[in-house]
């Protein structure tokens, strides 16, 4: 039996939860595995009941689990709060509490969505690309911080704003190890994105690269500055095959990947540890606060980040293709939320296209 906390969150949170949830569950019978959830508080939801975004008891549930599936959290009602008390600080919160350092953000095209994507059929057909994100380091967590008045050289005061980039050596070495175990289970490619024409960090992040590169001789290491590696992966996406890269330029560089699959509510996302220890799954995208309580939502990235959670997690590679081969024959039938409707399209909600999902799972069997 496996314990999984599900941490829903706000805005469309709970729907799309819910909805992979449904699909553990269809899986769980199928297989004759079982599941113990839990549901805990974060985000904006959790500010409301407890003045706090990531309460004590969510941490301890999370950290009791063998699995976390986390929708998302936000709300434009909470941009006034003081920045502790906000919802993103506690999806960073946790990430620091968990020491998931290392999030990967694969980024998979569907055949049949190729006409969803907003660049040519030509350019994305056959893309297949891993992010790996470093995700507890960098100007997200890097000390000193703050905004603060500064007597400038007239003798008046100036507010400055600043944020440190900063990684030592052993937080690029342990993501290193990661990306390059993650690109010799696949193409054996690596493309590490840095700024090392300018930043010192990045400087440090490269030579760190290709120390650890050593110890695998079987994948090939390449660099890319950030700014063309914004540029190659519209102009030129099956190109990469695992990309690695620091905690902010990983946050942009995967919202501009989405893109090349048609939707952001497609792509999943795995954040984890040293082996062994839980580890997080949800979707790449935010909390849509517009779309709340509308069940019209995309569930799939949500589905497919419980899909990796048993890949990764659970060891469980067959629950992964199952979940997997559902959703691509969902697709496949016709079957599209709002985000990738076309005419023609047969229009489901969030919760028809969980059902639709579920089905696929048992006609599998
Ligand atoms: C993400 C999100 C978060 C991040 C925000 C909500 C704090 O954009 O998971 O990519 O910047 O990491
Ligand atoms: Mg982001």
């Known amino acids: 039996m496996y314990k999984i906390a599900l941490l829903k969150g706000d805005g469309i949170g709970p729907e799309i939860v819910s909805e992979a949830k449904k699909v553990l569950e269809t899986i769980a019978n199928v297989q004759g595995i079982k599941f113990e959830f839990t549901d805990a508080l974060i985000g904006g939801c959790a500010y409301e009941k407890y003045k706090k975004p990531l309460p004590d008891e969510t941490v301890k549930i999370a950290h009791d689990s063998d699995a976390v599936l986390l929708g998302a959290v936000g709300d434009w009602k909470y941009d006034t709060l003081p920045p502790e008390l906000r919802p993103e600080r506690a999806l960073l919160g946790i990430r620091k509490e968990l020491n998931l ?13 190729i006409s969803s994507s907003a660049l040519k059929p030509e350019v994305i057909k ?41 990684y030592s050596e052993k937080e690029i070495e342990r993501i290193a190890h990661v990306a390059f175990r993650t690109a ?20 440090l992040w490269r030579e760190i690269m290709i120390d650890v590169s050593k110890s695998y001789s079987d994948v090939e290491l390449t660099h890319m500055y950030v700014d063309n590696a914004a540029m190659q992966l519209i102009a030129n996406p099956r190109q990469f095959d695992t990309i ?6 990983g946050d942009i560089l995967s919202d501009e990947a989405s893109m090349i699959s048609g939707s952001l509510g497609l792509l999943p996302s795995a954040s984890m540890s040293d082996e062994g220890s839980v580890a997080l799954y949800e979707p790449i995208h ?25 890949k990764y997690s659970f060891k469980n590679e067959q629950a992964y293709e199952i979940i997997f081969n559902a959703v691509k024959s969902t697709l496949k039938d016709g079957y599209r939320t709002k985000d990738i409707f076309k005419d023609g399209d047969k229009l489901v909600t969030t919760t028809q296209m969980g059902d639709v999902i579920c089905q696929k799972i048992l006609e599998a069997r």
């Open 101 to 113: 350092y290392a999030n990967l953000r694969p980024v998979v095209i569907f055949d049949e969505l």
């Open 126 to 166: 056959g893309v297949d690309v891993v992010i790996v994100r470093e995700l507890t380091g960098d100007v997200y967590f890097g000390t000193p911080k703050g905004i603060e008045v500064r007597v400038d050289e007239d003798g008046n005061g100036v507010r400055y704003g600043y944020n440190n980039m900063i």
């Open 184 to 203: 010799s289970s696949r193409n054996k490619k690596l493309c590490s994105v840095d700024k090392a024409n300018v930043l010192d960090v990045s400087r």
């Open 244 to 249: 690695v890269t620091g905690n902010i330029f």
């Open 286 to 310: 935010g909390s849509a606060p517009d779309l709340k309580g509308l069940n019209v939502a995309n569930p799939i990235a949500t589905i497919l980040s419980a899909a990796m959670m048993m």
